[in-house]
């Protein structure tokens, strides 16, 4: 991934002027290959990428990746309708939760008293300014400044065929030390599965329940390294932390793939269970899952990165076979393991 590293360290090198200050670039049809300006549920300000094969949706006002999926297929990420087109909370309103695919600081207990869920309104509410790079290639940045000091940069990218996508987040801030560690926190939110399916890491058979209610996986298999986790059938709030970096939801025949890619990084870079969390919210109104990564705390910020890479894959039939789909599963993360360089082939270089 050094590739795609560096040519997002370079953008950043601009933080400060006024190219990058500027507002969403005026995007015509005719400007780039596969980006277009749309109106997304009543969004005016949406950018839609695209490759023939699959498609993307991000918009800047709510700062959410809110459309990841086969054109004309269904979206395999969960929206909140009730909530289309709408703007962010504004001061002192509740949380407003889109759903889409997102970023937040790492831990939740630096904002999160337990009583009332409120995300910093720096990531969550305030929008982002849009860098059209390239060809299905865009640049995002938080207008705010968590704790007034950190904001949080995001290169999304589509590659020129199938439907491998890559989300790269940036954590940017003084080169000091803070007073209590700091990480980067991806959120997706996906439709109810017909099940998860989740690699345990390294330490094979762990994992850690992360709510009241236990959550325990269904079956295991490859020597407890990967688990299947099963919708709850009851209303209910649950979540498990594992060491792994690999996780998928199978959505009726489709298999949406999300992968953690750090090359450079070991199992023992992250606090125990926290790299990769699943989650499902099965209180009335809300029914969805999240698909969760973590990058590793740290103190002396500068800059912290982490990168996730997205995959579909579609199978004949109504009713999933859980054995290719594991299978799949399997190979996905293997081919991503083995090289890297793929990753970087498929997105292309800006250099």
């Known amino acids: 991934m050094r590739v795609l590293f560096l040519s997002l360290m370079s953008c950043l090198t601009l933080w400060g002027s006024d190219a990058v200050a500027a507002k969403s670039h005026p995007l015509r049809a005719s400007d ?21 094969t699959v498609e993307l949706v991000f918009v800047p006002s709510i700062g959410r990746i809110m459309r990841y999926g086969y054109i004309d297929g269904e979206n395999c990420l969960w929206e909140n309708q009730e909530l289309w087109g709408q703007p962010p909370a504004g ?7 889109f759903g889409g695919d997102k970023i937040w600081p790492w831990p939740m207990s630096r904002w ?29 940045r938080s207008l705010g400044n968590y704790e007034g000091k950190f904001r949080v940069v995001r290169e999304i990218a589509l590659a020129a065929e199938g439907s491998q996508a890559l989300v ?10 803070v007073t209590e560690p700091i990480a980067l926190w991806s959120v997706s939110q996906v439709p109810v599965p017909e099940f998860l399916i989740v690699e345990a890491g390294m330490e094979s ?85 999240e698909i969760e990564f973590t990058s590793p705390r740290v103190r002396q ?31 996905l993360d293997g081919e991503i393991n083995s090289s890297t360089v793929a990753v970087d082939e498929a997105f292309g270089s800006r250099e």
């Open 32 to 52: 780039v290959d596969g980006i277009e300006r749309i109106n997304y549920k009543g969004w005016e300000d949406a950018y839609r990428l695209s490759n023939g």
């Open 91 to 97: 001061v002192g309103e509740d949380w407003r939760n």
């Open 112 to 140: 999160f008293d337990g009583i009332t869920f409120l995300p910093p309104r720096s990531w969550d509410a305030e929008g982002y300014t849009v860098e059209v790079l390239g060809d299905r290639r865009l640049l995002v």
């Open 168 to 177: 790269r987040s940036l954590l940017v801030g003084p080169e000091e030390s």
């Open 205 to 289: 058979g762990q994992f850690k329940q992360m709510e009241v209610d236990p959550w325990k996986p269904s079956e295991a298999f490859g020597d407890d390294r990967i688990f299947v986790f099963e919708s709850p059938t009851s209303e209910t709030r649950v979540k498990v932390g594992l060491n792994g970096d690999a996780a998928s939801a199978v959505l009726g025949n489709t298999l949406f793939f999300q992968k953690q890619v750090e090359p450079e990084l070991g199992e023992d870079d992250w606090e125990p269970f926290e790299r990769l969390q699943v989650f499902w919210e099965g209180t009335p109104p809300l029914f969805y899952s």
């Open 301 to 331: 910020v500068g800059q912290v990165a982490m990168t996730t890479v997205w995959n579909l894959r579609s199978f004949d039939g109504d009713v999933p076979d859980r054995a290719e789909m594991i299978a799949e599963f399997e190979k």
